[in-house]
């Protein structure tokens, strides 16, 4: 794995995340096709970016994508 791969994933996530939709991780991974490793390190890569959101979705973690626009 190469940081190439993993900032193309983590632009994948990104782009599933775009949405204004809360994910768990199991609905990520199926919406992405990524294996658990990737998409976990993408995930890192966003969060560290600051571009992911973590929740709390019935006692499981959730992910919302961390950009907001505000225009006015």
Known sequence: MNRTTIRRNAQLV?????????????????????????LCMAIGW??????????NNHEECSLSSGINVFIG
């Open 14 to 38: 990104l782009n599933v995340l775009g949405n204004n939709k809360e994910w768990t991780f199991p609905d990520l991974r199926s919406a992405t096709g990524l294996t658990d490793r990737d």
């Open 46 to 55: 966003l969060a560290n970016d600051g571009d992911v959101c973590f929740g």
